[in-house]
């Protein structure tokens, strides 16, 4: 079988091209994906099977040989706190959107100071969920 790079992959179109290590392009659509992979990353190795479409080669039953890992991913993944530490962050977020929700109900917007800092606990909360 030949094998090849994920040149690019479109999740939302459902396509995309491999570059067989010959040099040739192939077109990638969904239907070729393993199940349960919905994308590919760009640089992906693959393994596939070739079918003579109507506009060319043809991908077909692609394997994932080796997923190119994300250097943030594996960087944000190593700086991971601990649950006891979010149960504080989350605690104290609560207790700041508490505060908030108590003057809208008042009719009243938070001052600038108090809502940027709300508002950079909550992205800093967003990040560390999404690690």
């Given amino acids: 079988m030949p094998t090849g790079k994920v040149r690019f992959y479109d999740a939302e179109k459902g396509f995309g091209?491999?570059?067989?290590?010959?040099?040739a392009d192939v077109f990638l659509h969904a239907n070729a994906l393993?199940?349960?992979?919905?994308?590919?990353?760009?640089?992906?190795?693959?393994?596939f099977g070739i079918v003579e479409g109507r506009k060319g080669a043809q991908a077909l039953s692609v394997k994932v040989l080796d997923p190119v890992q994300s250097v943030a991913a594996n960087k944000s993944a190593q700086n991971?706190?601990?649950?006891?530490?979010?149960?504080?962050?989350?605690?104290?977020?609560?207790q700041l959107l508490d505060g908030v929700g108590e003057g809208y109900r008042a009719g009243r917007?938070?001052?600038?100071?108090l809502a940027s800092t709300v508002a950079r606990a909550l992205?800093?909360?967003?990040?560390e969920l999404e690690k």
């Fill in 80 to 94: 991971r706190r601990t649950p006891e530490e979010l149960v504080v962050i989350i605690e104290d977020v609560v």
């Fill in 109 to 113: 917007r938070p001052d600038r100071k």
């Fill in 34 to 47: 393993p199940e349960g992979i919905t994308t590919l990353k760009k640089g992906v190795r693959v393994e």
């Fill in 17 to 23: 091209f491999i570059s067989e290590d010959s040099g």
């Fill in 123 to 127: 992205r800093g909360l967003a990040d």
